[in-house]
């Protein structure tokens, strides 16, 4: 918000001031340094195409500060207390709504506006199917993101006909910007009127993605509502932001635990499912030091059958049939193997959690020998690495109990294997050769 900004003035005028400043602080800034400035000047025109995306941002602050000056109250989505407050909760949702629902690469170079004398008229969208003129319709995906459900019933009773489904190319779709608050009573309300929880778009992909994803408390209501309506508990897409993860590996991405418990009941889970960066679910847990998880996808997953068999035959099946547990605990993901995804963090993040899933695997006989691929060293190296770190930080009280306790663990393992190995070579007479 600029700083000079004249609130004694008519709000209009106001809102013509923000604007205009906006495009003005772009303008004055040498073409290199604006934003996008070098994807604008690769297509021929952009500029003009440009500014009619920002022309569109800003119209639709317009539209909501119009909407709650005029039907606030009696819509019970509230009015700006002043003029001030209304322009920056107009903005806030717009600036949240677009964010979420966008890379900011993606959006960055459209907020570039034209060097000085490019014609008004020039200014047609630079996104198809975007109108300065701003509907019911355009408005009803922000108003979610800061309304109540009574709200929102009493706007959708009001303006006949709006779609629920359609989903604005800027802003979203309802429901996943519902599924970003967590807000239970909006998405049953939307369900209800026939939202579909598996529409995609955005930066998390669909609506169960962008509820996991929140930046909000994840709320297991909203994630079972989600469920319960038929979302695909397997899908998998996105931008670069969600990077193909499946629901279950987002919600462990953002270390969400009881949403994780959650999701691992579900009967159809596909655990055996890859994302970008090569990563199963159990790379994600073992991650996220998750151990009560991981003892889970153990217990479902990893158990021999009641008939008797192997434990690389599981007791649950996912849709494409059996588990090879042991094949999912060696995958090669973003880190390495399960083990590697454990150990491949600061010294400080590492939790006894864990340590407890480290433990699992050394008693699995996984080695922290093993050097994944890209990487210069094992997990033996990585821990000897962070006791010299911590060593160096601290010469004069430096302790190695005060070490994380999956670093001293594997630490001790090292030590273990090597004296074993003397041992060995000692029994065998190879050292005397």
Not at 19 to 47: C, D, I, V
Not at 326 to 333: D, H
Request: some cysteine.
């Amino acid at each position: 918000m600029p700083s000079d900004t004249p609130w004694d003035w008519p709000f209009e005028s106001v809102l013509w001031f923000v604007r205009t400043a906006l495009r003005l602080h772009y303008e004055k800034m040498p073409r290199a340094q604006q934003p996008g400035a070098s994807l604008a000047e690769k297509e021929e025109g952009s500029g003009q195409a440009h500014a009619s995306a920002l022309e569109y941002i800003c119209a639709m602050v317009d539209a909501l500060c119009s909407l709650f000056r005029t039907d606030g109250n009696e819509l019970g989505i509230g009015a700006g207390v002043d003029k001030r407050g209304t322009v920056e909760r107009a903005i806030s949702i717009v600036a949240r709504t677009l964010l979420y629902n966008n890379e900011y690469n993606d959006i960055q170079p459209y907020l570039v506006v034209p060097s000085r004398g490019a014609s008004s008229s020039d200014l047609k969208s630079a996104v198809e199917g975007l109108s300065s003129k701003i509907a019911a319709q355009d408005l009803l995906p922000l108003l979610i993101l800061d309304s109540t459900a009574e709200a929102i019933g009493r706007f959708l009773s009001q303006e006949k006909n709006l779609d629920v489904n359609k989903r604005n190319r800027l802003f979203g779709a309802p429901l996943y910007n519902a599924a970003i608050t967590n807000n239970s009573a909006v998405l049953r309300l939307l369900l209800s009127t026939g939202a579909d929880p598996n529409q995609t778009g955005g930066r998390w992909h669909t609506a169960l993605h962008a509820s996991l994803a929140s930046p909000t408390t994840t709320s297991t209501e909203s994630l079972s509502l989600l469920l319960t309506a038929g979302a695909d508990i397997n899908a998998q897409g996105g931008g670069s932001r969600n990077g193909n993860r499946t629901p279950i590996m987002t919600a462990s991405h953002h270390e969400n635990t009881a949403a994780v418990e959650l999701l691992l009941s579900q009967p159809h889970l596909d655990i055996t499912r890859i994302c970008s960066y090569e990563d199963s679910i159990v790379n994600y847990i073992a991650r996220a030091g998750d151990v009560d998880n991981f003892r889970k996808l153990l217990e479902l997953y990893d158990s021999p059958p009641p008939d008797g068999g192997s434990s690389s035959s599981s007791s649950r099946r996912p849709p494409n049939g059996d588990v090879d547990f042991n094949a999912l605990l060696k995958n090669e993901g973003l880190d390495g193997t399960a083990l590697h995804s454990a150990m491949n963090l600061h010294r400080d993040s590492l939790t006894d959690g864990h340590d407890a899933i480290v433990e699992i695997l050394l008693a699995r006989g996984m080695s922290p020998l093993r050097i994944a691929s890209g990487a210069e060293t094992s997990v033996v190296g990585w821990a000897e690495a962070m006791r010299a770190e911590a060593q160096e930080e601290d010469e004069e009280d430096f302790k190695e109990d005060e070490l994380p306790a999956a670093v001293r663990r594997i630490l001790r393992w090292w030590q273990e294997w090597e004296e074993l190995s003397l041992e060995e070579r000692r029994a065998t007479g190879l050292l005397n050769r």
